[in-house]
């Protein structure tokens, strides 16, 4: 059962352009949600998270947007520029639980990634 | 630069041995994960660690096992290596909200 799904395998955006990736999710326990970039070789780098009390949360070109009631969250770059180009991982966590003495531990479940491809 | 390092980058083994991942933060950090990434399936969670001596089970811990003696490190170890363990393994740790991931090990087993 994939609680957190990124339903396109790939997405191809001319440089300058908005690219946009999606993920879904089903478990409600889940408050916290976080996008990463990962290039070949290297491991994933953190982008930019957002609360489930937020429904934006934008850092420079980088803006996540959360839709709670539809489980759906996704991630703008603009503009995208080639060196984007790697694999998105959205990932989302119960952190309520955790800071409340929950049994979270922070762990996060991941998407199967989105491979974004910009064209100078 | 999220100050966790994983050792070996790569390694290449045969089906039946033992291998030894390790992982290692400079900033005492409580909270370190093992994850797998594999094509199709994202990241997947092997085991965690909650402090020194407190682990337990992720999704997919079947044929591994971890240690934590001090806070610094968390190993996980492949008792009888596998075709199927030839993955990309990422540790982790817990940065307030964030989660930050060590650089990988390539591991191959054949």
């Known amino acids: 059962d994939q609680q957190v799904k990124q339903n396109s395998p790939s997405l191809s955006v001319q440089e300058g352009r908005i690219s946009i990736l999606n993920c879904d999710y089903t478990n409600s326990m889940f408050d916290y949600f976080l996008w990463y970039k990962k290039y070949p070789a290297e491991g994933p780098t953190f982008l930019i998270s957002i609360s489930s009390i937020k429904d934006k949360n934008e850092d420079g070109r980088f803006t996540v947007f959360l839709n709670k009631s539809a489980k759906h969250l996704s991630l703008h770059i603009v503009p995208s520029q080639p060196g984007d180009s790697a694999v998105y991982f959205c990932a989302a966590t119960a952190l309520t639980r955790l800071n409340a003495g929950g049994t979270s531990y922070g762990k996060l479940t991941f998407g199967q990634g989105t491979i974004l491809t910009v064209h100078p | 630069d999220a100050g966790i390092t994983q050792s070996p980058r790569h390694k290449v083994t045969e089906t039946g041995t033992p291998v030894t991942l390790r992982c290692h933060q400079t900033?005492?950090?409580?909270?370190m994960y093992w994850y797998r990434q594999d094509p199709g399936h994202g990241l997947r969670l092997i085991h965690y660690?909650?402090?020194?001596?407190?682990?337990d089970k992720g999704e997919v811990s079947d044929g591994y096992s971890v240690s934590r003696s001090k806070t610094e490190d968390f190993l996980l170890t492949l008792e009888s290596a596998t075709s199927s363990q030839t993955s990309v393994y990422f540790c982790?740790?817990?940065?307030?909200?964030?989660?930050?991931f060590g650089e990988g090990s390539w591991l191959t087993v054949v």
């Open positions: 982790a740790m817990k940065v307030g909200n964030t989660i930050y």
């Open positions: 900033e005492n950090h409580r909270y």
């Open positions: 660690s909650y402090g020194v001596k407190d682990t």
